[in-house]
Each structure stands twice: as C-alpha cells, then as structure tokens.
C-alpha cells in the first residue's frame, strides 16, 4: 500500500512571496489533515478534511493560508504572502475515517527568507 | 499553554536496556493517547495508542502504560535497539468529541541506542 506522498520536499522562498504544497493521500482514506511543525516544536494541526468538506480549521491563518480538497483526495495547502515565521515542515496526514489511525506523509520543508 | 508536555528532549540508553520515555498532560478531556516515532526527513510513523479505558496497552517491544489520576504516560521500549533510536512524540485527543482529529502533540524527545 503506498503511502502519503507530499510534493516538494524542500522549497525556499523570499517573504511575501507565494507556495503551494501538494498532497495525495492513501488511498480510499476519507480524513485528511495538514500540520505545522515548527523546528523544536510537535505538529499543530491546521486543517482537517472529511472528503472535500472542511471540519476544522480554527488553527489555520485564513488571513494567508488556503486549503482545498477537490474531488475528496488530493490537496493543497497554499500561503500568501509567506512571512518569515512560516518556516517550518508541512506535514500532510490522512486516516480512514477521523476515529482511525494517522497516517503521515514526509512533509515538505518551507524556509522563507 | 502546553497541554501535552515531554519534559525530556533527550535521552541516552544501552542496547538492550529498557527505554523509558515519559509524557504528561493537563487536559482531563483527552481520553485517547498516541505514539508516533519519527526519523530525520520522513513524516511521524505511527507506534502504539491507549485508550483511557485502559492502563496498559502492550505491541511487541513496546509498552505504553497511562496513569490517569496523574495524567502521565509513558512509553517502554525493551529491550532497545539501535533502530529505536529517534524522535519520540507523544499526542493526545479528545475523542469523545467526535473525532481523533485534532491531535495534540509534545515537542517529542529524542532517544539515543548506543551499541
């Protein structure tokens, strides 16, 4: 069975400017999740999908960050304007339903400078 | 506010001893832990869970033990192995809410096996 795929792995970019990051989830997995790990910190949760409905996103920075889950698989996570303290791993997580196990992707690492 | 605390971001140990890693939380909803163990550059792997309805939860190698009246639990690992060596985090939720999503993690403690 394969597992989360995340793309980019690593991306680097200049404050106030854009970024995307992809998800696909396993597959057949209802939930899906996006974390903010910041160096030295656990992963907070920022947005959690059941299929391609929104069921929390307290967490998330709306004033900069978007998510979308079309179709109830893939997802981006988007940030504009990027600001410095946006640095950090990006971890998508998907489970089968929202009482099952998480799963976790590799994550991709944002550096904004 | 931390809600779910490892006050251990290290610990060394022997192979073949017992690891013990430790984590405590404040939050009395939470009624559903979590470990995940994760490698540089790869994402959290998920490890063994309890739920408050139990004390003990036992997966080969690993233990977790929950006490609640003192909102603490910890994770044995014996005997260790090299392998083990990783970043150690343990999470919590409320699950009782309706959902195991929103997990609430620790800042994790990073356990050296040395041969």
């Known amino acids: 069975e394969a597992g989360v795929a995340q793309s980019p792995r690593y991306k680097i970019i200049e404050k106030r400017q854009s970024v995307a990051f992809w998800c696909n989830p396993i597959?057949?997995?209802?939930?899906l999740y996006w974390y903010q790990q910041i160096l030295g910190q656990g992963p907070k949760l920022l947005i959690q999908f059941q299929n391609n409905g929104v069921v929390d996103d307290s967490q998330l920075p709306k004033d900069r960050f978007s998510a979308e889950r079309l179709k109830g698989v893939d997802s981006t996570l988007k940030i504009q304007p990027a600001k410095l303290e946006d640095s950090a791993v990006y971890l998508c997580a998907s489970s089968w339903t929202d009482q099952e196990t998480q799963y976790f992707g590799p994550g991709t690492r944002l550096l904004v400078l | 506010d931390q809600q779910v605390k490892q006050n251990s971001p290290s610990l060394s140990v022997q192979e073949g001893r017992i690891s013990i890693l430790n984590c405590d939380y404040t939050?009395?909803?939470?009624?559903?832990f979590l470990w995940y163990k994760k490698y540089p550059a790869e994402g959290p792997t998920f490890l063994i869970s309890?739920?408050?309805?139990?004390d003990k939860n036992e997966d080969g190698r690993f233990t977790v033990f929950l006490n609640k009246s003192a909102k603490h639990l910890s994770l044995h690992i014996v005997p260790s192995q090299p392998g083990d060596s990783a970043v150690y985090f343990c999470?919590?939720?409320?699950?009782?809410?309706?959902?195991?999503?929103?997990?609430?993690f620790g800042k994790g403690t990073k356990l050296s096996v040395k041969p």
């Open positions: 309890i739920s408050s309805i139990k």
């Open positions: 939050n009395s909803m939470f009624d559903y």
């Open positions: 999470a919590a939720s409320a699950i009782q809410g309706g959902s195991q999503g929103n997990l609430i």
């Open positions: 597959s057949g997995h209802a939930t």
